[in-house]
């Protein structure tokens, strides 16, 4: 537990909302950077999405990581040398945990602490900047200097309209836990997402029959090529700098070599090039489909009864129908005015860094096309010595002058498909150099005697 003097006024502190992943690096980096830190969680243990007990886990029972350990772990902190190339989620838990332990991070947390209401408060803090008013449940008002919102993406399930009515079973995959709900039923899993390919490949193993509908063709990347995770085969090609072209040419080389063309396969082909929509990670999506356990469809015409009719003409009788289609960017806490909307999305600086406010970060708001971890450490890194220098009187002026035009292309060279899932995606390579570029130039902008992180405790 945090200390917390029982003042409603913190405007000294940074409250970050949320103890998963992202929040946990938020707090340490802060902490770091000389901040008093608290850390609100509306749960009663840390790890969010990781956490498989936890109401805000979006886990299945079988998840297991789709990006290799050293493109997942945080920048100080490796994992275990006896974790396996993808760990499963228990692992992760246990990863997160141990990352708390080592930076004492227990100390900045409340937990079983619900946010119900953020909003912008009329009174100056530290900086000289407005302070935030974070209202909790039970009524209680605290007055925070900065605020670092930490609670992830993957709130609200996004299920999408089709003329008719579905009779059968029906659960967006933000509710699938384990894979004993399908036996013996008839199953569709609508999306092509990685949580899609996943649940209709438990689907294979357990169903009468597994049905897999998708509105476009897509890239399936196997976890391994050469015999080596397939994300640090990239990760070769982005560190020796090879243009995106060449890239995209060598990975058709070697999807082609491994599995042969996808049409073979029985996969529909893709509509897009390699690597214009977030990568879907999955070896055994197209083992299955060739060998009959999985039919892949199209997309859903109309639902009528227990029957789902295609736009190919077809129908299947469906007992189980699974919605694997993503989620809504909500902060339900928060008016998305203050987060600089454009179309109703919150649109910050690297997806960061609010074009205004000073004192108003998020954390993790990202989908990159690999681990998040050790972005997210990059992004904390960078607000830390950012609201460092805001508290010390002079704001970096050439981020404060940037962030005013959030609007940037962080797609490295890939041109992503123009779909809502999409918003959020980064070419993490390419995101990663900014990140680290800002954080150098931040740093050389501290004051010279001071150094711009403390040493771990």
Not at 184 to 206: P, T
Not at 246 to 256: A, E, F, H, N, Y
Not at 280 to 309: C, E, W
Request: charged share 25%.
């Amino acid at each position: 537990m945090s200390d917390q003097s029982g003042s409603p006024d913190r405007s000294g502190r940074v409250c970050v909302i949320g103890a998963g992943s992202s929040g946990l690096a938020a707090a340490k980096n802060f902490a770091a950077a000389g901040f008093e830190v608290d850390v609100l969680e509306s749960c009663t243990d840390l790890g969010g999405n990781w956490n498989y007990e936890s109401p805000a886990a979006r886990m299945y029972r079988s998840t297991h990581t789709i990006s290799s350990k050293p493109g997942t772990e945080y920048l100080d902190y490796p994992m275990p040398e006896s974790y396996p190339d993808y760990p499963h989620h228990e692992k992760i838990l246990a990863y997160l945990r141990g990352y708390a332990e080592r930076f004492d991070l227990g100390r900045f947390i409340e937990y079983e602490t619900h946010v119900e209401r953020v909003e912008r408060s009329a009174e100056p803090g530290h900086s000289g900047e407005a302070c935030w008013d974070v209202r909790l449940a039970g009524g209680e008002l605290r007055r925070y200097g900065a605020l670092v919102i930490a609670n992830g993406h993957n709130n609200e399930p996004r299920t999408p309209e089709y003329p008719g009515h579905f009779e059968g079973e029906s659960m967006h995959s933000a509710e699938y836990r384990v894979s004993e709900i399908l036996l013996g039923k008839s199953v569709l899993v609508v999306g092509g997402g990685n949580s899609g390919c996943d649940i209709v490949v438990e689907a294979a193993h357990k169903a009468n029959a597994a049905f897999h509908s998708t509105r476009r063709g897509y890239h399936y990347l196997p976890k391994y090529l050469w015999g080596q995770p397939s994300d640090q085969i990239a990760g070769l090609t982005h560190a020796l700098r090879i243009p995106m072209r060449i890239q995209r040419i060598l990975g058709m080389i070697s999807l082609r070599l491994a599995r042969g063309p996808q049409a073979r396969l029985g996969l529909p082909e893709p509509d897009h090039r390699l690597f214009e929509t977030h990568p879907i990670v999955n070896t055994l999506l197209p083992y299955f489909v060739q060998h009959g356990a999985i039919t892949p469809k199209p997309d859903i015409a109309r639902l009528a009864g227990r029957r789902v009719h295609f736009v190919d003409g077809t129908s299947e009788t469906i007992d189980l129908l699974v919605w694997a289609t993503g989620y809504d960017i909500t902060f339900p806490f928060l008016d998305i005015e203050y987060l600089n909307p454009s179309e109703g999305l919150p649109r910050l600086y690297k997806h960061v860094f609010h074009p205004e406010y000073d004192n108003l970060f998020v954390m993790g708001m990202i989908t990159p096309d690999s681990g998040q971890f050790g972005i997210v450490d990059w992004q904390c890194r960078a607000a830390a010595l950012y609201l460092r220098s805001a508290y010390e009187g002079a704001p970096n002026a050439w981020l404060k002058k940037r962030k005013r035009t959030p609007v940037e292309d962080l797609g490295g060279g890939v041109r992503y498909q123009k779909t809502y899932r999409h918003h959020l995606e980064v070419e993490h390579a390419s995101y990663t150099r900014a990140l680290k570029k800002l954080v150098r130039r931040l740093a050389r902008g501290m004051c010279a005697t001071r150094p711009p992180f403390r040493s771990p405790s």
